[in-house]
């Protein structure tokens, strides 16, 4: 009986509510003992709970860089004539052909 009054409240209660033959006083004694642990113990898991978000809540407030969004006009850049930009300029613009012209050719093929 001990055992199965410890898991949960709502067993508490359920066990409470089979005793026969003890005083009504008896009873809500139990009942307001069981509900003033439930409380206790939920008192402790919200104060622990706000304590670690808290802590957290710090960590990143504190810990973390500080980190300025790019804004226009602040990108790097690089040379105005690099030959590697008009190399990729030229293949890019002549990919959509040469894909084509290869589906085409597998096609054909198959």
Same mark, same amino acid.
């Given at each position: 009986? *001990?055992?199965?009054a410890? /898991?949960?409240?709502?067993?508490?209660?359920?066990?409470? *509510?089979?005793?026969?033959?003890?005083?009504?006083?008896l009873? %809500?004694?139990? &009942?307001?003992? %069981?509900f003033?642990?439930?409380l206790s113990?939920?008192?402790?898991?919200?104060?622990?709970s706000?304590?670690?978000?808290?802590?957290?809540?710090?960590?990143? =407030?504190?810990?973390?860089?500080?980190?300025?969004?790019p804004? &226009? =006009?602040?990108a790097?850049s =690089?040379?105005? @004539? @690099?030959p590697?930009? %008009?190399l990729?300029?030229e /293949?890019g613009?002549? +990919? %959509? *052909?040469?894909?084509? &012209?290869? +589906?085409?050719?597998k096609e054909?093929?198959?």
């Amino acid at each position: 009986v *001990q055992e199965a009054a410890s /898991e949960s409240l709502v067993a508490t209660v359920g066990v409470i *509510q089979h005793l026969q033959g003890f005083p009504a006083s008896l009873i %809500a004694t139990f &009942q307001d003992s %069981a509900f003033d642990a439930f409380l206790s113990a939920s008192h402790v898991t919200t104060i622990l709970s706000l304590s670690i978000v808290v802590i957290a809540a710090l960590l990143v =407030g504190f810990g973390l860089p500080n980190i300025q969004a790019p804004t &226009q =006009g602040h990108a790097p850049s =690089g040379p105005a @004539d @690099d030959p590697m930009d %008009a190399l990729v300029k030229e /293949e890019g613009a002549a +990919y %959509a *052909q040469e894909a084509a &012209q290869e +589906y085409e050719q597998k096609e054909k093929t198959e």
